[in-house]
């Protein structure tokens, strides 16, 4: 169970999303619809002898100019709880990320806003994903 693995395996589970690019690592380039999977908070020895630690991601999607009225329907599709663009879905579908961790979850979705890219602002979300490993 590493860290790479972890964020391949949620990134594999995105990639079940039609038409989504996805990235486990901040690309130079940003062409929407994309998500990106980052770490973002580790905590370690939270059981016994260090049998498990905690891994936090943030997986933020991308949708399109902030200006675009489309781009708000967009993440309006990714931010349903079920359904085929579900991010909260997608990520769920393999919960254990085929043995890279015993157990995630989608916690939430803390952030929506206008993010600047190159000198673009573009409109995303931010999920909070939680895996035990």
């Known amino acids: 169970m590493t860290i790479a693995a972890i964020r391949e395996g949620i990134a594999t589970n995105l990639r079940t999303i039609s038409g989504l690019r996805v990235f486990e690592e901040i690309p130079d380039q940003v062409s929407p619809p994309a998500a990106i ?13 260090g049998g498990l630690n905690i891994f936090r991601f943030t997986v933020r999607v991308i949708v399109g100019r902030a200006a675009e009225r489309q781009a708000q329907r967009n993440l309006d599709l990714y931010a349903e709880p079920s359904g ?6 997608a990520i769920e579908s393999n919960r254990t990320l085929s043995g890279a961790c015993q157990d995630l979850i989608v916690e939430s979705m803390p952030n929506i806003g206008s993010i600047t890219v190159n000198e673009n602002d573009y409109l995303a979300g931010e999920w909070t994903v939680t895996c035990y490993a």
Request: without cysteine; proline residues 0%.
């Open 37 to 49: 999977v980052q770490l973002n908070n580790v905590e370690y020895h939270q059981a016994f002898a």
């Open 84 to 89: 085929d663009s579900s991010v909260r879905s």
